[in-house]
Every structure is written in structure tokens, then in C-alpha cells.
């Protein structure tokens, strides 16, 4: 999508306008003194935009025009959310270890000072009157954290323990809104409540009354009362599948949320839903979060062709019958199926041109459940907001170029993918990434970026060589899947069940599902690859194997024929030619009623 039109100039026009910019930005570069270098233990005083050197190829992104990035840090490992303190230190979740402390001392954009505490991997993170609150998937912590320190010097506090945890959308969010109070999500370990085969073909949905006692909602709790439990807090919502984008608007005083949307229509109902109808639908839609509000999840999702809110094929949707007119709220905006909205902030700074003032900023971590189409998302995108503070119902992609490719169908092919998204005092937007633990820092100065490098006086400390050019044609490194023969039956099974979770190409999705391609299990003894068809990896597996973060469901529904032409199609596949098995072989393995 354009996001902005570059007007035609004249040739005597464009020079007059480059000395314009050049001269401008080497005033400003002259006024600006060298700032001298802090210690780790004294407040950070960044430098403003006006006087960073942009990262050779934005850092591999693709901006507007007058945007520019520099690389805070790189490497750091798989990375979640982030907080950005008034003297501009970054404070980072690891997913699986403690929270980065970052803290620029030179004014050159770039972390000099890299500190870890703390541990138990998560999510959610937020600076809040004097503390700094942060959550793993099963419990909320605070730190004293005093004005300037970079590391908190005492032990952490537990503020709310012992919450939900399921394999399946188990990071909990946090926020607090201007009553000062603690809004903290708890995610649904399920794709429709489908039961116990949930995400399989002809999965039926549950009651789920109960459930949702416990999960799929907010809930609002005091941020200064230790050691909560989820009854103790104050059941603020509900009928949600995984909300992890939430931002507090102080124009509408409300908050505003992004809902995951559901996967699999066509896995669950091939009949009715095709591998099209499961790329594009369902939405991921944000909504205003009220206090009550039920937002119709399991028993329905929005889908953005149709324009309508429809029932779910686990309760009896055929892709044609609506909910209720009324019942639920259709969303404010609904973003392409898929994309998995993570870390939202509204912009309140000055630095960015006024269209963005009031806006909202959402990172999309990036489709998994899109094959056998191109993945889509990986970016970060934008929503204006009125002057009442509402969307005007339109969105556009702002920041491009994570994946370092054009298109591609795996997601593990994807160099960066965007996870936390946060604004510093300057104004500039502060981003991190999962693949590769890179932190950038967007900034705008209106000026080309050559125009600033020259005035600048050449490079900076931290460029890199420019890649992105090269990374759009590297050839994927999952292993390539076997033709799919018209008369294979294995093979069109495994594209209508396994493709979507484990690729067409059997390279999985990291953290989610695992690859095929390779796996010693795949290449292994015959009766252990059915018996996971059959049973599912949970009572397939021993209680000590690792499992994937979505739950795979039993395919106990195959018959002996289907099952034995699947297996024998995944294992000669992905096994390294491992031996085909027969339906006897199934037969041996399948429980007896």
C-alpha cells in the first residue's frame, strides 16, 4: 500500500530543496554538542532524532519517505515486548529468559550497555509509578525501579500468581489504564473449543460456559496488593480467543484491544471452507474494550469478505449462517486473517508528522496458517484516529521489510519478525524482533537519508552493509517437499490436514509446530509416527518429550486406509525414504473400543 505520493520537481527545483535539507540538518548538527558518555548508573539523556545516523538500508525496513532507522542492538535472542523509561533505556522480555536492560550512553542510538535480571521468559511489560511490572505466562511481578537506575536492586514482587497456563496462547498481557488499575489477559488454549479435536476435520464445539470463567477474557486487579490470585481480580470480559494487543486511549478513555482470530476452517470443514476461505478468514479485528463486553468467541468469528459475523463450523456454521444480529460487536477495524497482532502503542509525541499524532501502531508478528498461499503480515501498520479518539476505519501498512523476502509460504524463512512495538520521549518508535533478538529505533527528520549521512560526516557507529537486496532471492533452507501426485492419496491428505501446521515443505512453525523434515520420530519406528496420528503427541509421547505450542488433535476419525497412505506419505517424504506401512499396521495400533 502507497503511503505517500512524492510530488514532480524540477531538476533546479530538487537541488534547491537538497541544499535546503543539507544545509538544514548540518545546522542542526552543529548545534547539537557531542554528548559526552554516561555511566551505566546515571538517567540516559538520548539523543534527539535530528542528530542520528541512520543504519545502512534502514536496518533492513522499509519506510515511509523521511523515516529512517538505526539498530539499538542485534542478537539478543527471541524478544517480546519492550518499555522504554522517560530517560529513554529500553527494558526487553526475552521469551525464555529474563528482561533486557539497554541503555544508549553515548547518544548514537545504539546500546552500549546491555544488563539481564531477572527470568522466567513471557510477555507483557509496563512501566507504572515507580515500578516495572512484567509477566510471565502464569504470573504478574513488579521492581521498585528508582528514577535513572537501569537495574533494579531488589527482588521482584509477585503481584499475581498461579494464572491459567495451556500450551496454546499462553502469554499474558498487562496494561494499566487511567484508573491506575492492572488489566492483565488470559488467553483460550484453544482454536474454537472444538474439544478434543480441536483443530481436526469435524471438530464440535463445547458448551463453553465454564471455560470461559477462567479464560478468554480481562480481568482488573490492583497493582499494588501481593500476591493475587485470578479470583481475586475483577472478571473484566469476555469471549475472546487471545487478545495481546491492548493500549489505553486518553482522548476516548478507553481501552482498545486486537483479537488473534481463530485458524483451520478448511482443516475442520472441508466441505464447506476451502484452503482460500482459510487464508483470508477469518479477521483479526480490533474492538473498544467495555467493561461487559462479550466478543462471541468460540461460537463465532467475523469474516472481513463477507463483511458479517458468522457462525463457527464447530457450532454448526456451513460459511453461509450468521450469529445473531446484535449479540456480539463486529469489529472496529478487521486486519487480514492471520496476521497476529502483538504490542500496540498510540503515538502522543511530535516527532512524527502530524497525520500519525493520536494514531495507533500495531506490530504483526506474521502469519503461520496461510499455506499453501504466501504468508502474510510481518510488519508494522498504522490506524488513524478521529479528534473524539476512535478509528476512522481505514489502516495502512507504515514499517515493511522484516522478512527480508517479497513472498514466501514458510515461516521460518522470515530473517526478522516483529514482536514489541513502543515510543521514547523523543518520539521515536522502538521495535523488536523474535528471530534474531534485533531492536530497532524509527525516528523521522524529513530528510533523505544520504542528505543526513553526508552532513553527518559519513557513517556512524553501528551501520551494517546493506543485505536486503541479496536476502530477497536466498533460496528457503526447509527442506523441499515431493511432488504431490494426482493419484496420491497420502499426499492429499497430508495438504488437507498436516499442510497448514506443519508446511507444505514438513518444515513447521518454530515454536508452534514442529518439522517433519528431518525429525527423528518421522524416520523412527513405524507404530510411534501412528500412534501420534491416532492418539495425538500428548498420550502418543512420553510425558517427557517436549511438546509443540499448539496442541495437535487425534486423526482417530482416518480410517486404517487413510491413515497407513498419510503415515507412509510423511515418513518416505520426510523420513529419508523410511518404509511405507500398511493398514494392518494401523490397525494393530488404533485402541480398542
Given at each position: 500500500m502507497a503511503l505517500a505520493f512524492q510530488e514532480r520537481r524540477t531538476p533546479v527545483l530538487l537541488l534547491v530543496s537538497s541544499l535546503g535539507v543539507a544545509l538544514a540538518a548540518a545546522a542542526v548538527h552543529a548545534q547539537s554538542p557531542a554528548p559526552r558518555p554516561r555511566s551505566a548508573t546515571t538517567p540516559a539523556a538520548p539523543r534527539s532524532a535530528a542528530g542520528l545516523v541512520p543504519a545502512a538500508d534502514e536496518g533492513g525496513l522499509k519506510l515511509p519517505d523521511g523515516f529512517h532507522a538505526v539498530i539499538v542492538a542485534d542478537e539478543l535472542g527471541p524478544l517480546r515486548f519492550l518499555a522504554v523509561s522517560p530517560g529513554g533505556d529500553l527494558f526487553v522480555?526475552?521469551?525464555?529468559?529474563?528482561?533486557l536492560a539497554l541503555r544508549d550512553t553515548n547518544g548514537d542510538g545504539r546500546a552500549d550497555v546491555k544488563q539481564t535480571f531477572g527470568s522466567g521468559g513471557g510477555t507483557g511489560i509496563a512501566l507504572h509509578d515507580g515500578y516495572l511490572y512484567h509477566s510471565t505466562n502464569s504470573a504478574v511481578y513488579r521492581y521498585r525501579l528508582a528514577p535513572g537506575e537501569l537495574v533494579p536492586k531488589g527482588e521482584p514482587e509477585t503481584v499475581i500468581s498461579d494464572l491459567p497456563l495451556g500450551r496454546q496462547h499462553e502469554a499474558k498481557s498487562l496494561a494499566f489504564g487511567e484508573d491506575g488499575q492492572l488489566y492483565v489477559e488470559v488467553g483460550s488454549p484453544s482454536n474454537s473449543y472444538g474439544g478434543e479435536h480441536d483443530r481436526a476435520k469435524g471438530a464440535k464445539g463445547e458448551d463453553a460456559t465454564e471455560f470461559l470463567a477462567t479464560h478468554g477474557g480481562w480481568w482488573r486487579f490492583d497493582p499494588g496488593r501481593p500476591n493475587q490470585k485470578l479470583s481475586d481480580g475483577y472478571h473484566y470480559s469476555t469471549g475472546h480467543r487471545h487478545m495481546l494487543s491492548i493500549a489505553w486511549n486518553s482522548t476516548s478513555h478507553s481501552f482498545f484491544v486486537v483479537q488473534m482470530g481463530r485458524d483451520q476452517l478448511s482443516t475442520v470443514d472441508p466441505e464447506h471452507y476451502t484452503d482460500e476461505d482459510n487464508a483470508e478468514k477469518p479477521s483479526e479485528d480490533m474492538f473498544q474494550l467495555k467493561e461487559g463486553a462479550n466478543?462471541?468467541?468460540?461460537?463465532?468469528?467475523?469474516?472481513?469478505?463477507?463483511?458479517?459475523?458468522?457462525?463457527?463450523?464447530?457450532y454448526g456454521g456451513d460459511n453461509l449462517k450468521r450469529a445473531e444480529a446484535g449479540k456480539y460487536p463486529d469489529p472496529l477495524i478487521a486486519f487480514p486473517g492471520h496476521w497476529a497482532p502483538l504490542q500496540m502503542a498510540f503515538y502522543s509525541g511530535?516527532?512524527?508528522?502530524?497525520?500519525?499524532?493520536?494514531?495507533?501502531?500495531?506490530?504483526?508478528h506474521g502469519s503461520w496458517n496461510r499455506a499453501p498461499k504466501p504468508q502474510k503480515g510481518y510488519n508494522v501498520t498504522f490506524v488513524p484516529f478521529d479528534d473524539k479518539g476512535m478509528p476512522v476505519g481505514t489502516y495502512e501498512v507504515f514499517a515493511s521489510g522484516f522478512p527480508g523476502r517479497d513472498e514466501f509460504t514458510v515461516p521460518k524463512d522470515a530473517r526478522y519478525r516483529p514482536t514489541g512495538l513502543a515510543f521514547g520521549p523523543d518520539g521515536s518508535m522502538y521495535v523488536s524482533d523474535s528471530?534474531?533478538?534485533r531492536v530497532w529505533r524509527i525516528f523521522y527528520t524529513g530528510a533523505p537519508a544520504d542528505a543526513i549521512r553526508t552532513t553527518s560526516g559519513g557513517g556512524a557507529p553501528g551501520a551494517v552493509p546493506?543485505?536486503?537486496?541479496?536476502?530477497?532471492?536466498?533460496?528457503?533452507?526447509?527442506?523441499?517437499?515431493?511432488?504431490?501426485?494426482?493419484?496420491?492419496?497420502?499426499?492429499?491428505?497430508?495438504?488437507?490436514?498436516?499442510?497448514?501446521?506443519?508446511?507444505?515443505?514438513?518444515?513447521?512453525v518454530p515454536g508452534m509446530q514442529p518439522a517433519l523434515a528431518g525429525n527423528k520420530i518421522v524416520a523412527g519406528p513405524p507404530a510411534t509416527v501412528i500412534r501420534?496420528?491416532?492418539?495425538?503427541?500428548?498420550?502418543a509421547l512420553p510425558p517427557h518429550k517436549a511438546m509443540s505450542g499448539?496442541?495437535?488433535?487425534?486423526?482417530?476419525?482416518?480410517?486404517?486406509?487413510?491413515?497407513?497412505?498419510?503415515?507412509?506419505?510423511?515418513r518416505k517424504t520426510f523420513g529419508k525414504g523410511a518404509s511405507a506401512v500398511t493398514p494392518a499396521q494401523v490397525k494393530a495400533q488404533r485402541p480398542k473400543k
Open positions: 522480555k526475552t521469551k525464555d529468559g529474563g528482561i466478543f462471541g468467541w468460540p461460537y463465532t468469528y467475523y469474516d472481513p469478505i463477507q463483511k458479517a459475523r458468522m457462525v463457527a463450523p464447530e511530535e516527532q512524527f508528522p502530524a497525520k500519525y499524532r493520536g494514531g495507533a501502531f500495531i506490530a504483526f528471530e534474531k533478538g546493506a543485505k536486503t537486496a541479496a536476502m530477497s532471492s536466498r533460496p528457503s533452507t526447509a527442506t523441499a517437499a515431493a511432488p504431490v501426485a494426482a493419484d496420491d492419496a497420502g499426499a492429499k491428505l497430508y495438504q488437507m490436514a498436516c499442510a497448514t501446521c506443519h508446511m507444505p515443505d514438513g518444515s513447521g501420534i496420528v491416532l492418539l495425538g503427541p500428548d498420550k499448539n496442541q495437535m488433535p487425534p486423526f482417530d476419525s482416518l480410517s486404517d486406509e487413510e491413515a497407513a497412505s498419510v503415515v507412509s506419505y510423511v
